[in-house]
């Protein structure tokens, strides 16, 4: 837990060890944070992990805070990247364009700014990668 000042409550250290059994060969954490994931009308509280490197496409993870268990991954692949979308300063959307499906996140603790800006720095050096290779 990384000690914040002021009182504010403690926030989780999102490059430790207890977060590496989520990633896949030589993947690194960009970002990670709590979140509140919404499907209609329901909203559920996750931890979310921004991914990049190794072999694979760039990954959003997301998991059970209690258990620790990886629930999902927003749909990301080189032929068809996420777009994210800024509503306001805790929400933010993750549209996957292959499924054509919205991802509606809330972050109570950073809020939305630092997601939309690292999955935006993510997407850059992905698309600049994708340029190299052809």
């Not at 190794?54 to 998991?63: A, E």
């Not at 509503?87 to 509606?104: G, I, K, P, T």
Request: charged share 30%; hydrophobic share 30%.
């Amino acid at each position: 837990v990384v000690p914040q000042s002021g009182g504010e409550t403690p926030r989780e250290d999102f490059t430790g060890l207890k977060w590496r059994s989520f990633l896949e060969n030589d993947e690194r954490i960009i970002f990670g944070g709590f979140v509140w994931k919404r499907k209609g009308l329901f909203s559920k509280h996750r931890w979310m992990l921004l991914v990049e490197g190794g072999s694979t496409s760039p990954r959003l993870v997301y998991g059970d805070p209690e258990t620790m268990a990886k629930k999902g991954e927003v749909p990301w692949s080189d032929q068809d990247p996420v777009r994210v979308e800024f509503v306001d300063d805790l929400y933010f959307n993750v549209v996957a364009q292959s499924s054509r499906r919205s991802y509606h996140f809330k972050d109570e603790q950073q809020g939305s700014r630092p997601w939309c800006d690292h999955v935006q720095e993510v997407l850059r050096r992905q698309s600049a990668r994708l340029d190299q290779e052809t």
